[in-house]
């Protein structure tokens, strides 16, 4: 290598003709065919020959030199048929040197233009030959196949981002546009993209059609599913994100109704106690439909023996069967404002397995004996067969608060309970409940619930009650089940059932997180050595699988080992993450929507506490935290109460913004 010699090399995809002015240990500079100098490493180069161009001819010469060289190259790069060429060389699965192939493809005379015009054809087309300067190799017909289909999806992929971002003009211009089956493929690619973004597989190819399309926020597509009738304008995007389904397959749907048609047969068992002269009442909302634990209280030898009476799932949804799966991968229904998605199929929530008035049912029933102040004396749990006689809501249970000797006697209980648990250092949080539900104009409306009424404060004292002493039958028996615990609060903010609304809020943000594990162990938070739930098996797969082992000591089934028991607990970790989120954000996306109608209007709101740059406060009358910048006018303290005024509200973006009034 010398100044002088004809050298090419690669820029920009592009194979440039040079040629060396100078050469200085392992860089040359080069003055190209476009009239530019430039100075690169040795290794860069693509070609080298023995061709040579007169330095002193002078700048102008030198380049029409070049580009006259490089023309000749092109010519003769076409005639080159690399098609050919692999068809004849593709079964000698070897490399093949430059001066072999440039024999190969000029086999009467050849230079080293030749030379270079063999670079520059395979080059140009690397579809058949694995190709570097010197070298090459042919691809297998496999390898082939592989290669031409890629170019194929390319090829696809360009058309879609052309077509498809044309049509997205169109949607958005038309008043009513048309949805069609043959975009599928691309409503399924934005789909993804709006759902899950960096994490969309389909992202950068999404981003390539939107940027055709012109569109530059994503939220756009949200408005044209919306507008193509794919989405409804209050679509819940998380059952898409979290692929949750409301419907249940024909399999299972199938076993339900085979259950149904055998369900007079399955609870005649003689282990199970007779309970059906009780006069059992279920106390829910108004709504329900799911009734899975029902109440009874009787006078006995001095004694008031209240049972807590549990639907006895289990005795539907066996074990490893194709429900019970579903349920597990489910784990738990999930309850919204203006949805239902249960774990079990309706045949099951709503009818086998609910405890409806006037229907026989299966069941485990915690017997708890107290004296008549309230005292626990003992219990027994039974499997039992029960018949509730009285289907009650939590509104009709507060009415007869004060008449109904039965309810006067379990909200008695109840209270001297909690007393106890409170004593023992429970942390009772006590806070109105906001509730969101849609009407028949398919509008948001909002009410408060005290949840300290009789009906609801009974009715959740009862089921500690019951969740606590299933838990110490099973810890006495050392049978491993999915026991809660928690540790003490990080601090108290007041005494017992005390405290303030502010203290109430705040006070959520001290306790420790619960935990799940098979070993027993003290929940602080409720004031128990022991806990775990087992009310709620319709609803929550945590409960099924402590009814399994209840069963199992009555010799019903056969038990979860503890290696099978943790198995749950952490293929249950995701699921129950993903129901806790949809309900949170759900009913909080409602609730934004009721707000979005009250833009302008003022309300009370009661300061938490400062952040750097803003206030964090409270608005009581719907439960709401909200920002408000920091002043140098003002100097708020935690508990102050002022006015705001509700400033923008979007439900969709989850925006909530107010001012001082």
Known sequence: METGNIVEYID??????????????????????????????????????????????????????????????????????????WDVLNTEQEWIDIDTMTEFCFPENHDCDHEAAVVRAFFKDRLYFKFSTSRFFPNSQEHLEQLLSRIKEEE????????????????????????????????????????????????????????????????????????????????????????????????????????????GNRIENKERRDLTNLPLMTIDGQSTLDFDDALSI????????????????????????????????????????????PMLPIGLAEDLCSLRAGKMRPAISTMIRLKASGELIDFEIIPSLIRVAHQRTYYDVNQ??????????LYHIAKTFRKKRLADGAVQITLPEINTWINEKGEPTVSRTDREGPGRMLVAEFMIMANWLMAEFLADRQMPVIFRSQAGPRERLYKEDGGTLFQNWMQRRHLSRFMLGCEPERHCGLGLNVYLTATSPIRKYFDLVAQRQLRAVFGMETPYTREQVQNIIHLLELPMRHVSRIQYRRNRYWLLKYLEGLTGQREEAMVLYRRRNNYIALIPEYMIECELPVSSRLNLKPEDRIQIKIQHVDARKDVFSVFMG
Request: charged letters at 35%; aromatic letters at 6%.
């Open 298 to 341: 009787e006078e006995k030898d001095n004694c008031l023996i209240v049972g807590v009476h549990i639907a006895d799932v289990a005795e539907f949804v066996k074990k490893g069967g194709s429900l019970d799966q579903e349920a597990l991968t489910r784990g738990s229904s999930i309850y919204m404002a203006d949805h239902k998605i």
């Open 12 to 85: 920009r995809q592009k194979i440039v003709c040079a040629v060396i002015v100078e050469i200085k240990k392992q860089r040359v500079r080069l003055l190209n065919e476009s009239n530019r100098e430039i100075k690169i490493s040795v290794s860069r180069l693509s070609h080298l020959c023995r061709n040579h161009l007169d330095l002193s001819l002078g700048r102008d010469r030198l380049v029409a030199g070049l580009k006259q060289t490089a023309n000749r190259r092109n010519m003769l790069a076409g005639k080159v048929d690399i098609k050919e060429l």
């Open 156 to 263: 696809r992929r360009k058309k879609m981002i052309e077509e498809g971002g044309k049509w997205l003009k169109q949607v958005l211009a038309q008043e009513h546009p048309v949805y069609s089956a043959d975009r599928s493929e691309l409503i399924d690619i934005l789909k993804s993209f709006y759902l899950f973004e960096k994490e969309s597989r389909d992202y950068a190819f999404a981003r390539s059609i939107l940027a055709f399309a012109e569109i530059e926020d994503p939220q756009k597509i949200f408005d044209i599913f919306v507008k193509l009738g794919i989405w409804d304008k209050n679509e819940n995007i998380d059952l898409h994100r979290y692929e949750i389904s409301s419907a249940f397959s024909e399999e299972i749907e199938t076993s339900v109704a085979k259950l149904s048609s055998l369900s």
């Open 400 to 409: 007869m608060a004060e008449e109904d000797q039965q309810i006067i006697k």
